[in-house]
């Protein structure tokens, strides 16, 4: 059982018996020690769930603090809730790199994910103990990250890093609670704006103004809904003619400035039906441009050499680069087809944007959209293109004009009903 200890003062004892001196109640005597005064009064005692002796000081006038704190630490120890004081003493950027290198995530986001603890969440929090991370710290975190004009979708990203690494510490017993859990913290939030897909005009517009050897990347990506990375690493063993979809295997993506092979985004591969349209236009391409065998390692700069015939190469027989398509390639092109300042919705994603406005608007379900996409979630999708859906107004309209109108064109007095078959039994009634 722990107990408070009063160091202003000590029972009195009898200098010739050694015994305490008790007053009339039968009480001790109490008389000052030598620190009377000074420093911290009370001292709440107690056992840890090794047997090991702890302690915590309290001021003067605070020894209820100090009971209610030794009765709340002896019910944790009890439940099996205690955490060790001393445990958070650990640097944020130390326990950040841990929760890091224990992360089974793909190289290249690892490297993302590096590199905003190192911009944005170490500079704040780097030198503090992870017990000192208050939710009024988090808070002025979030407000020095809005101040420095972060978008909102980086300050969600950034936010959920944090909170992840705090989450890690909770479970390992090193702090108590997570403050980024507190009431008072606002998470962040990415901005919601509705998807405006482009219209068949427009990419008819971008895929003219692209380089012969880079075209066939229009159809393919609006006729497909692939993704940038995946319509670079497009191999001609990914198009199954038999079947007649196209297999998304890999991509291509950069990790530490190098080139790799990888496999889809959140390693989820998957089929995506393929039409002849876009099939004879593949044809074609290939045979002013073949394929050429390109050699990458595959995940990581280090990782194995994985040999695949590219679809679409640079005139050297390279793979394509994101960033010198994007600037040099895409980006005149969609000025060229009359969006003279491209925005974050113009970029190659737009392809896919497109194809899914398509796929809705000919009545494909979400939940095959959502497949040919590659997303995990067909809440997601749905989330995403549910203001593409076509309206049900229209069909409702054509079903009630279809139970209230007579076949002369004559409005009905009520709904139409089927009649009653000859040998059927007749209604009640008659």
């Known amino acids: 059982m722990g107990h408070i200890q009063d160091r202003w003062y000590r029972p009195k004892e009898d200098p010739d018996t050694g015994e305490v001196v008790l007053n009339k109640r039968g009480k001790p005597v109490m008389e000052k020690t030598e620190r009377y005064g000074t420093g911290m009064r009370y001292k709440a005692r107690y056992f840890d769930p090794d047997g090991k002796e702890r302690s915590k000081s309290f001021p003067d006038r605070a020894r209820k603090k100090?009971?209610?704190?030794?009765?709340?630490?002896?019910?944790?120890?009890?439940?099996?809730?205690?955490?060790?004081?001393?445990?958070?003493?650990?640097?944020?950027?130390?326990?950040?790199?841990?929760?890091?290198?224990?992360?089974?995530?793909e190289a290249s986001s690892r490297e993302s994910t590096e590199s905003r603890l190192r911009s944005v969440i170490e500079p704040y929090f780097g030198n503090m103990v992870l017990s000192a991370i208050k939710?009024?710290?988090?808070?002025?975190?979030?407000?020095?990250?809005?101040?420095?004009?972060?978008?909102?979708?980086?300050?969600?990203?950034?936010?959920?890093?944090?909170?992840?690494?705090?989450?890690?510490?909770?479970?390992?017993?090193?702090?108590?609670?997570?403050?980024?859990?507190a009431k008072s913290v606002k998470r962040p939030k990415s901005d919601e704006h509705k998807v405006v897909p482009w219209s068949r005009e427009t990419v008819r517009k971008v895929r003219d103004g692209i380089p012969p050897r880079y075209r066939i990347l229009v159809p393919v990506g609006a006729g497909t809904g692939l993704r940038q990375g995946e319509l670079f690493g497009?191999?001609?063993?990914?198009?199954?003619?038999?079947?007649?979809?196209?297999?998304?295997?890999?991509?291509?993506?950069?990790?530490?400035?190098?080139?790799?092979?990888?496999?889809?985004?959140?390693?989820?591969?998957?089929?995506?039906?393929?039409?002849?349209?876009?099939?004879?236009?593949?044809?074609?391409?290939?045979e002013t441009f073949p394929p050429v065998s390109v050699t990458l390692p595959w995940g990581e700069p280090g990782g194995t050499p994985t040999t695949v015939e590219l679809l679409v190469t640079t005139p050297r027989g390279n793979p394509v680069g994101r960033q010198h398509f994007n600037e040099r390639i895409w980006r005149p092109a969609v000025?060229?087809?009359?969006?003279?300042?491209?925005?974050?919705?113009?970029?190659?994603?737009?392809?896919?944007?497109?194809?899914?406005?398509?796929?809705?608007?000919a009545g494909e379900s979400i939940r095959a959209l959502s497949e040919y996409l590659g997303h995990t979630d067909p809440g997601f999708t749905l989330k995403t293109y549910t203001h593409l859906m076509p309206s049900s107004a229209e069909r409702t309209r054509a079903a009630i004009d279809g139970a209230w109108t007579e076949p002369s064109g004559d409005h009905s007095d009520g709904p139409t009903t089927a009649p009653?078959?000859?040998?059927?039994?007749?209604?009640?009634g008659e």
Not at 336 to 360: C, E, N
């Open 66 to 105: 100090a009971e209610d704190f030794l009765l709340e630490v002896e019910g944790e120890v009890k439940a099996g809730d205690y955490v060790d004081p001393n445990a958070g003493k650990v640097l944020f950027t130390d326990f950040g790199k841990v929760w890091l290198a224990g992360q089974t995530m």
């Open 135 to 181: 939710p009024t710290d988090v808070r002025g975190w979030i407000r020095s990250m809005q101040e420095a004009g972060r978008s909102a979708g980086h300050q969600a990203v950034c936010f959920a890093h944090l909170s992840a690494i705090l989450t890690a510490a909770v479970d390992d017993n090193l702090i108590k609670t997570n403050p980024c859990h």
């Open 234 to 286: 497009l191999g001609v063993d990914a198009i199954d003619r038999e079947e007649r979809v196209v297999r998304v295997l890999r991509q291509v993506r950069k990790v530490r400035g190098r080139l790799v092979f990888a496999r889809p985004k959140r390693g989820k591969t998957r089929d995506v039906p393929l039409s002849d349209a876009v099939l004879h236009l593949i044809d074609e391409y290939r």
């Open 335 to 361: 000025v060229a087809a009359g969006i003279p300042t491209p925005g974050r919705d113009d970029g190659m994603h737009a392809l896919r944007h497109h194809y899914a406005s398509v796929l809705l608007d």
């Open 420 to 428: 009653v078959a000859s040998g059927d039994a007749k209604p009640q």
